[in-house]
């Protein structure tokens, strides 16, 4: 049989820059330098000032779970080895928001409010995905 393989995000040179800190073990979102405003997905321009004066900025990779689900149901056939898993949306300590799933901790544990890590997991040669787990 066939082995399945996970979909795999395909780096742009718009995204490049937080794939390569990713693969560094290093979480960065934008930071428009003329506002200041930091933001997440990876966009060509400010969303508050619609600057294109963007630069990358590490930030802690700390946050708090602000919504979550448990999934049981894969959403193909790659990812039903990986259920059931969890997935969140995080707020950093930061002030941007984004999705990623939790591991290495108890799915009773997880909870809106509860603070995480960022965590990177190695998906092929290229690629380590930023993940967080609950933090002590």
Known sequence: MTEVQRPLPQPTQLT????????????????????GQRQFFPRPFCLACESDQI?????????????????????????????????????LDEGVRMMANIVNSDFAAIAIGKRVKVVFEK???QIKLPQFELAS
């Not at 800190?21 to 979102?29: G, K, Q, T």
């Not at 448990?70 to 997935?87: D, S």
Request: glycine residues 4%; hydrophobic residues 40%; charged residues 25%.
């Open 16 to 35: 490049e820059p937080y794939w390569n800190a990713a693969n560094e073990e290093r979480l960065v979102v934008q930071c428009c330098r003329a506002c």
């Open 123 to 125: 998906v092929s040669d």
């Open 55 to 91: 630069d990358w900025h590490e930030v802690s990779g700390r946050g708090t779970v602000y919504t979550f689900t448990i999934n049981h149901r894969a959403p193909n056939a790659a990812m039903k080895e990986r259920l059931p898993y969890a997935v969140a949306l995080v707020d």
